[in-house]
């Protein structure tokens, strides 16, 4: 029974230390800038923490399969162009471009789950492969040029309204992070209690014992490229909503950012193991630390020389803990 | 009677490789078949073929006397063949119940999984096996032996009326194996036909009723089990007979002490270990099952931190922080799980041979002198001989035996003193088997002090000059090298409360 005991202070361990270098983050801030704590800003980095947030939740369900998606970024981009082409060029309704959205991330998802599943491409090629021909796909498309939403009323509303902020005055938190908190609440609920949630683990696990279990292992392979691709759809549609505007050339490095979130919420590479809360906690360290350094005045260029370090503390003080508790 | 299960003809190619030439095989319900033969010979394939793992090229398959085409695991399954795989085929992040009913779960609406049920089910299953077992466990986090019995629950949980196991006791102490006995002659009471595939004999002995022996992809015959001597049983598999004398021990009174432990501890695993080792002595460890042994040469060896005894090589103290520091002092350590620890599968035999000594053969810029490894290595695939076509062959591609050889190459080539050999048969076949022991005997011979860790008690008296017994953390004696089993296993279930009480 001591094996339990161990096993459960050990989980614990690693969210507690993702969440406590959180909010240690928070407190260092706030001391160093009165600024910091304000309702205003925090409400930003929530909203800034949305788009990354969602990818990373994508990212993370594939992750845990073993796998990694490099074209979360690039399909997030071509979502929004594939929307901007319904609703602004085709003239159709709000409701028929968010279907949109949804509908190009899982089909494209999907193939790259044939990719992996079916032709047995590494993940890694398959979805640099895929990360290519959508970045090229979306500029083809667009003639390299921004399509705007201006004339489908209520666009920007997906991410910029808000919601909660009708009900609740003082709580004027932005759609966009709504959207990010009920897609993380439905992943870590597929993950937790679903079919399609226990073979991500599964096959992070051992492929090999899954197929032998008589599982058809590349069906739900590309069932869960596709979620992922779906849920990056939703990603699509939230920066089209910020930016008023499908931007073909924006997406390529959204997919690292995703990756480090993944990563430094404690999720393994190697494949099996994965939270999205600690996902999600991830992600807003990084935007807690980008809007951190802003406020303070730290040059860009160090931000992103203290995110890399930060990824190596995060993952080095993940070994640390594996290695106590074998 | 129908035969529940009936295999004729059964043809299997691999790109360069004939696995099965025509194999037949037939099993009746409510009997336990053992198939028999050599690594390589074809079991696995055959079985892999049987439970819709492989495709067969030719012959055919009859279930219950209506032909079956068999093209996945799930066919298999579905008509009512389970198997467990040697290797363990579990998912090590999820838990005991996720794992029995993977590609199962009960369901509730929308793809949901009904949790309370898998694990009320699987307690259930565990009870009827009177096995005490939290269905809530994740099973990285159980010993092997427990592993294996989420395997068999996992088999017995799909009703199958054909059970396939495929060296299921490798890994379980005797109490283990005499409750999986039990199961299976519980099974065999209820109909079900089992498939057992062991190498050990003793084990054939006590639960088959007919064996089937196999060699080079071919069929061989079958034989009664209570009516054929063991001897022949084995001259069928390797086609010839193989003389494998246990030779006398060597007077070792006038040499010299090579290794001595004194007083090694390591809580909670070890108390109190001290022994001592001469130049040419091969010293067994027997023991059951998490009696320590494996842990005694960890400690030695550095791979594990003491908390206390110290370690003299030729009388000289030696300080052993880590495997490098042993290496330095001369002892080697050749791991139970070559595939994990001691070989480099993907890489050749020559860069395995050289993985330990490659420093010495480089130059200042750290280029490597091929040349020399060549030379090395073929000596050694001559002087061991290491069956495998050239020393570029990958270890991988090399059978059980060999890849053993390519390791004692390895720490050879490391001018080791003390050699510690952590079940050196394990995977390796009849024929080979007798090969390795002749290896450690003029390596002895040699002398190198040498160290058999070995959970076959007739593997420990065959090799042993002498032998050393544990339990539960403790030496609880030593024995001369031609004691009987029942002395080790009085010693080897000495406790230490009945100790007290003596």
């Keep these: 029974m001591s094996e339990t005991k161990t096993l459960i202070s050990g989980a614990a361990q690693q969210k507690l230390l993702a969440f406590a270098s959180l909010i240690a983050l928070l407190i260092g801030f706030s001391l160093a800038s009165p600024n910091f704590m304000q309702t205003s800003n925090m409400m930003s980095i929530l909203q800034a923490t949305s788009v990354n947030g969602v990818l990373a939740v994508a990212a993370t369900l594939v992750i845990i399969t073993g796998g990694i998606d490099l074209s979360v970024g690039t399909l997030m981009t071509f979502c929004a162009v594939t929307t901007g082409v319904v609703l602004t060029w085709g003239g159709m309704p709000l409701p028929l471009g968010v279907l949109t959205a949804l509908a190009t991330g899982a089909l ?47 666009f920007t509303e997906i991410s910029q309204g808000s919601l909660v902020g009708k009900l609740i005055p003082s709580l004027p938190l932005p759609n966009g992070v709504l959207i990010l908190f009920l897609v993380a609440g439905a992943a870590s609920y597929i993950l937790a209690r679903t079919v399609l949630g226990r073979y991500c683990f599964a ?4 492929e090999e014992a899954v197929r032998l279990s008589g599982v058809n292992v590349d069906r739900w392979k590309m069932a869960i490229y596709a979620l992922a691709g779906a849920v990056c759809g939703v990603a699509g549609l939230l920066i089209a909503s910020r930016l008023n505007s499908a931007q073909p050339a924006l997406g390529q490095g959204y997919e690292l950012d995703a990756i480090a979130a993944v990563v430094i919420g404690g999720t393994s590479l190697a494949g099996g193991r994965g939270t999205i809360l600690g996902t999600l906690i991830g992600a807003l360290i990084i935007s807690v630390l980008t809007n951190g350094l802003r406020i303070l005045s730290v040059a860009p260029e160090w931000q992103t020389v203290i995110t890399g370090a930060i990824i190596i503390v995060a993952v080095y003080a993940d070994q640390l803990r594996r290695g106590k508790t074998k | 009677m129908t035969d529940l299960i009936r295999m004729e003809g059964i043809d299997k190619r691999f790109p360069g490789v004939h696995a099965l030439k025509g194999v037949s095989f037939d099993l009746r319900p409510g009997e336990v078949h053992a198939l028999m033969g050599e690594n390589g010979a074809g079991k696995s394939t055959l079985m892999k073929c049987l439970s819709g793992v492989y495709v ?36 090590r992040d999820l838990t005991v119940a996720q794992n029995i009913w993977i590609g199962r779960e009960p369901r509730l609406s929308f793809g949901r999984i009904d949790e309370k049920r898998l694990n009320e089910e699987t307690a259930a299953l565990f009870r009827n096996m009177n096995a005490p077992m939290d269905p809530r466990m994740l099973v990285g986090r159980l010993t092997i032996a427990r592993q294996q019995m989420v395997e068999i629950a996992k088999a017995l949980s799909h009703r199958s009326r054909a059970l396939i196991m ?47 022996v196999m060699r080079d992809g071919a069929y061989v015959g079958t034989v009664a089990a209570a009516e054929t001597p063991i001897s022949k049983i084995i001259s069928m598999m390797v086609g010839r007979e193989i003389v494998d004398e246990r030779p006398p021990a060597p007077d070792l009174s006038q040499a010299e002490t090579a290794l001595e432990v004194r007083g090694i501890s390591r809580r909670p695993d070890l108390h109190d270990v001290s022994f001592s080792l001469k130049k040419g002595e091969i010293l067994g460890f027997a023991g059951l099952m998490g009696a320590g042994r494996t842990e005694v040469a960890r400690a030695i060896f550095g791979a594990d931190p003491r908390d206390s005894g110290e370690i003299l090589v030729h009388g000289r103290k030696v300080e052993i922080r880590s495997p490098k520091d042993a290496v330095a002092a001369g002892i080697g350590y050749l791991s139970e799980d070559r595939k994990q620890f001691g070989l480099a599968l993907g890489m050749d035999v020559r860069a395995n041979t050289a993985m330990t000594s490659l420093s010495r053969y480089a130059d200042r810029f750290g280029r490597i002198d091929e040349t020399a490894l060549e030379r090395i290595a073929r000596d050694y695939i001559k002087t061991l001989s290491i069956r495998t076509p050239s020393d570029l062959q990958e270890a991988r591609l090399l059978s059980g035996g060999n890849q053993q050889k390519v390791v004692i190459a390895k720490w050879l080539l490391r001018d080791c003193e003390a050699l510690i050999f952590d079940e050196p048969t394990r995977g390796v076949d009849v024929g080979a088997k007798a090969e390795i022991y002749r290896l450690l005997e003029e390596l002895a011979a040699a002398g190198k002090a040498i160290i058999v860790i070995s959970s076959e008690l007739p593997e420990v008296l065959r090799l042993s000059h002498r032998i050393a017994v544990m339990c539960e953390g403790r030496l609880t004696g030593f024995l001369p090298g031609g004691a009987s089993q029942e002395e080790i296993m009085a010693l080897a279930i000495r406790r230490e409360s009945a100790q007290a009480a003596e």
């Design chain 2, 166 to 212: 495929d060296e299921p006791t490798a890994a379980l102490n005797d109490a283990e194996i005499a409750d999986l006995f039990a199961i299976i002659r519980q099974l065999k009471a209820e109909g079900v036909g089992i498939v057992y595939i062991s190498h050990k004999m003793d084990e054939i002995k006590r639960i088959a009723d007919r064996v089937t």
């Design chain 2, 56 to 91: 067969p090229d030719g012959g055919r398959i009859l279930v219950e006397g209506k032909e079956a085409v068999l093209t996945s695991p799930k066919a298999a399954q579905d008509l009512g063949i389970g198997i467990i795989h040697q290797e363990l085929a579990l998912m």
């Design chain 1, 203 to 206: 096959l992070g696990s051992n």
């Design chain 1, 108 to 154: 494209v998802g999907l193939t790259s789950g044939a990719f992996v599943a079916k032709m047995k491409i590494p993940p890694f090629i398959a979805t640099l492969g895929m990360m290519l021909i959508l970045k090229g796909l979306s500029l083809i498309v667009t003639g390299g040029r921004p399509i705007y939403f201006n004339d489908t009323p209520g």
